[in-house]
Each structure stands twice: as C-alpha cells, then as structure tokens.
C-alpha cells in the first residue's frame, strides 16, 4: 500500500526517550512507595502517565492522586529532555516524505511532554497535527489516538501508514485499520550484524 498519511508516536519512535521516561518514573514512583520495574515499564508502553498510575496504584494498594503524580513525573521528565536525541532512521523518513503527504504524532503522552519534546528537537514543524492522551477518551492500546490523528490529518484510516514501538500501540494501529510499522524491527534490521 503507497501510503496518503503517515503516523508516529513519539517516545522511542520519533525520539528516543524511554530511557528518561523511565529514570522519571523511578524517581517519581519511588518517592509516592509504588514498584515500577523497567521491565514492566516497557511492557506498558504508549498507556497514558494517567492509566499506568491507576493501573500500579490498583495492583499495589497504593492511593495516588493520578493527576497531581502525573504532573510530578513530567515535570521530572521535563527536567531530562536535554538528553534526549531523534531517532535517525525513522526521522529520515519524515524528512523523506515532509511536504509530499500530511503527517501527524499520535502519542500517549501528555501536550506538555509531547510538544517539549518536538520543540527540543527542532521537529515540531514536520507535523500537521499532534494528538496527545489529553486528545481523546480512550487512550492506546485503544485506536481513539490513531483516528483522531488520521481525522485531523484528513486521511481515512486504512490509507494511513502508522510507527509504533510498544506492544500497546501496535495494538492500537491495528484496531484502527492502519498499515503498521513496528520501529522495534526496523531498528533491529539496521544494525550491523
């Protein structure tokens, strides 16, 4: 398929960041006495800040205030972003296609942390639209961010060629009808063997 709109999450697909994301959420999870493992730190990743505090303050016993420890792991995080470096191969793609076909992230992440980080790289500007968790009802591995990206994008949905690299968006590529691309693999093929 010769895609009409082209979609990017965008810690660990368009910048890499996971490794920040997660010396903030250690620092951050700690401090309120919940567990977050790195393991299990990448198994949920794309889940929304909001969903994964539920989700450890649920299974943990721990009552957390979702939104106020969100902020605080942000905020954290926000502090990191001058670490934080593009990933080339999936960039020299948007750079390929800027300008030819319309282009939108579509990122479990906050606005704050997602334009921060767009911003940070001097990137923002190749995308015509930018959703965020704050965007939609139901964030990945649900398909809400993937449609609202194609709506904004005006694209229909199986005309859109969408990048991922957590479980959980590859998911929620495949509910919205996407072709998808997991950067996991593209990565993996462009190293030297």
């Not at 990137?123 to 965020?132: E, K, L, P, Q």
Request: net charge negative; aromatic share 6%.
């Amino acid at each position: 398929m010769e895609p009409e709109g082209l979609i990017f999450d965008c810690d660990g697909t368009l910048v890499d960041t996971m490794p920040i994301h997660f010396k903030a959420w250690s620092s951050t999870t700690k401090v309120h006495g919940l567990v977050f493992p790195e393991d299990r730190f990448y198994a949920l990743g794309g889940v929304s800040p909001f969903e994964v505090l539920r989700i450890l303050s649920s299974e943990q016993g721990v009552k957390v205030d979702p939104e106020a420890v969100t902020r605080e792991k942000e905020s954290r995080y926000m502090e990191l972003i001058a670490e934080a470096d593009e990933i080339p191969e999936v960039m020299q793609i948007v750079r390929e296609n800027h300008g030819k076909i319309p282009m939108a992230v579509a990122s479990g992440g906050t606005p704050e942390t997602v334009e921060g980080i767009l911003d940070h790289c001097g990137i923002r500007h190749y995308f015509d639209a930018i959703v965020t968790s704050e965007d939609v009802e139901k964030p990945k591995p649900a398909p809400d961010t993937f449609l609202e990206a194609a709506r904004r994008i005006n694209v229909a949905p199986e005309k859109c060629r969408a990048y991922e690299d957590a479980d959980m968006g590859m998911k929620a590529i495949l509910a919205a009808g996407m072709d998808a691309v997991d950067v996991r693999d593209m990565l993996a093929a462009s190293q030297p063997k």
